[in-house]
């Protein structure tokens, strides 16, 4: 199993930044995937960015391209998303999520961090 602990989250006014840190625990090497999801009320859960453990290959979701910033540290199992010029719109929870090299699928979640962007 991989346990995934978020940090990070609070309320901030349009515009403003914010950084989430997830740190990753327990079989590691199982993993080859860090990402983040986010889900606002009322809504489903939609995946916002990714990166393999290389650093290599990174995917963002369209609306947040620009603004946020994928980053892992691979000797300390942990990964990171810098959130910039937030909108009120990117108020939701956010979850950390890991992929399994099985699988290839996130089977690893965290437990989430709120996140408020007021206007």
């Known amino acids: 199993q991989v346990q995934l602990v978020e940090s990070g989250g609070g309320l901030v006014q349009a515009g403003g930044s914010l950084r989430l840190s997830c740190a990753a625990s327990?079989?590691?090497?199982?993993?080859?995937?860090m990402g983040w999801f986010r889900q606002a009320p009322g809504k489903e859960r939609e995946f916002v960015a990714q990166i393999n453990w290389s650093g290599e290959i990174i995917y963002y979701v369209d609306s947040v391209k620009g603004r946020f910033t994928i980053s892992r540290d691979n000797t300390k199992n942990a990964v990171w998303l810098q959130m910039n010029s937030l909108k009120p719109e990117d108020t939701a929870v956010y979850y950390c999520?890991?992929?399994?090299?099985?699988?290839?699928?996130?089977?690893?979640w965290g437990q989430g961090t709120q996140v408020t962007v007021s206007s």
């Open positions: 327990g079989r590691t090497f199982s993993i080859n995937a």
């Open positions: 999520a890991a992929r399994s090299a099985v699988t290839m699928r996130f089977a690893y």
